[in-house]
């Protein structure tokens, strides 16, 4: 039997799985999409992991990240929950030992994370302006008519980049519509696109930031090869797409799962046939104190199983064997 560490990354836009060896080598990876569902998507994860590593496997222990982390880590039986940051530090510093810069760039969000000597330092994350995100990108995909996936191709191709503002996601729509319509080359206009998506970032999420290199690029985004070109030319430095890119979150988590699964000396997972269980996710909003409190309550078969929300632990019934 392989023993084998699961993580796993659950947010807005996507939910992914990664299983790693005791060398941290990646055996298997699911990446899919959310679409609203954090409960449906952690189960399919599940099983379609499972399914791809087979039954010659012990799972030793499990980790989740990302906004939905708790969630994920009461369905499956979390030996450690921990932020985004943690998650995405760890793993670069698995992949780029030396790395000092950590450029993220999810659909909904993005953050930077500055580390020193392996010990993250400073951060910082934007979730408020689309501009500097994935979603930006495929908004103005579906305008210019190219496939998302070739926009970093097609960027390339660009000897001219047009100027687009990039100062919000509202300006360079109309900026670009502008540049369009005075007949600007499509791959003009992208590789502009690209550029501009890097200024807001780094005017925004790097504003003050000491970016030095090793500088390694991951989330979605880092797929994009204009983007990575642009952010090359910006800050005069090579910048590192891993192999894993958008997958960084859940290797993060598998890392420190398995820390975490050593030192209890066992795993909590509820195994893989936790993909076929039945949970209900249901809230109420609490009227104890001003603060009016929304509690989610997760249940499986009528059996609670965690319920959390609140600022003070009234509500709280959480698993004691997960580390938050």
Same mark, same amino acid.
């Given at each position: 039997?392989?023993?084998?560490?699961?993580?796993?990354?659950?947010?807005?836009?996507?939910?992914?799985?990664?299983?790693?060896?005791?060398?941290?080598?990646?055996?298997?990876?699911?990446?899919?999409?959310?679409?609203?569902?954090?409960?449906?998507?952690?189960?399919?994860?599940?099983?379609?992991?499972?399914?791809?590593?087979?039954?010659?496997?012990?799972?030793?222990?499990?980790?989740?990240?990302?906004?939905?982390?708790? &969630?994920?880590?009461?369905?499956?039986?979390?030996?450690?929950?921990?932020?985004?940051?943690?998650?995405?530090?760890?793993?670069?510093?698995?992949?780029?030992?030396?790395?000092?810069?950590?450029?993220?760039?999810?659909?909904?969000?993005?953050?930077?994370?500055?580390?020193?000597?392996?010990?993250?330092?400073?951060?910082?994350?934007?979730?408020?302006?689309?501009?500097?995100?994935?979603?930006?990108?495929?908004?103005?995909?579906e305008r210019l008519g190219v496939?998302?996936?070739?926009?970093?191709?097609?960027?390339?191709?660009?000897?001219?980049?047009?100027?687009?503002?990039?100062?919000?996601?509202?300006?360079?729509?109309s900026d670009m519509i502008h540049?369009?319509?005075?007949?600007?080359?499509?791959?003009?206009?992208?590789?502009?696109?690209?550029?501009?998506?890097?200024?807001?970032?780094?005017?925004?999420?790097?504003?003050?930031?000491?970016? &030095?290199?090793?500088?390694?690029?991951?989330?979605?985004?880092?797929?994009?090869?204009?983007?990575?070109?642009?952010?090359?030319?910006?800050?005069?430095?090579?910048?590192?797409?891993?192999?894993?890119?958008?997958?960084?979150?859940?290797?993060?988590?598998?890392?420190?799962?398995?820390?975490?699964?050593?030192?209890?000396?066992?795993?909590?997972?509820?195994?893989?046939?936790?993909?076929?269980?039945?949970?209900?996710?249901?809230?109420?909003?609490?009227?104890?104190?001003?603060?009016?409190?929304?509690?989610?309550?997760?249940?499986?078969?009528?059996?609670?199983?965690?319920?959390?929300?609140?600022?003070?632990?009234?509500?709280?019934?959480?698993?004691?064997?997960?580390?938050?």
């Open positions: 039997m392989k023993a084998i560490y699961l993580g796993v990354d659950v947010g807005s836009v996507s939910t992914n799985f990664v299983a790693l060896d005791e060398n941290y080598q990646v055996l298997a990876s699911q990446y899919l999409r959310t679409k609203g569902e954090p409960i449906k998507a952690i189960q399919t994860g599940l099983r379609n992991i499972g399914e791809e590593l087979g039954n010659d496997v012990e799972v030793k222990g499990v980790g989740s990240t990302g906004s939905a982390r708790t &969630l994920a880590g009461v369905i499956l039986g979390a030996d450690t929950v921990k932020n985004e940051i943690t998650a995405h530090a760890v793993a670069a510093s698995q992949q780029v030992p030396e790395v000092k810069t950590v450029l993220e760039i999810g659909g909904q969000d993005s953050k930077i994370i500055i580390l020193r000597e392996g010990v993250v330092v400073d951060f910082a994350m934007n979730t408020v302006c689309a501009a500097g995100t994935g979603s930006f990108l495929d908004h103005q995909s496939p998302i996936e070739e926009f970093g191709e097609k960027a390339l191709m660009s000897d001219s980049p047009v100027r687009i503002a990039g100062r919000c996601s509202v300006f360079a729509e540049k369009q319509q005075m007949g600007h080359e499509t791959i003009d206009i992208i590789r502009g696109l690209s550029e501009a998506l890097v200024r807001n970032y780094l005017n925004n999420v790097g504003k003050g930031k000491e970016i &030095l290199s090793p500088i390694v690029f991951q989330g979605g985004v880092a797929a994009n090869r204009g983007i990575k070109a642009a952010f090359e030319q910006e800050l005069e430095s090579e910048v590192v797409v891993p192999n894993f890119f958008n997958v960084m979150g859940a290797i993060g988590a598998a890392i420190l799962a398995k820390d975490a699964s050593k030192d209890k000396g066992e795993t909590s997972f509820r195994g893989f046939q936790a993909s076929d269980l039945r949970y209900q996710a249901s809230s109420f909003e609490c009227s104890s104190c001003p603060n009016m409190c929304e509690i989610v309550n997760i249940k499986s078969e009528e059996q609670l199983l965690a319920r959390w929300g609140g600022r003070c632990e009234k509500w709280e019934v959480l698993e004691t064997n997960v580390n938050t």
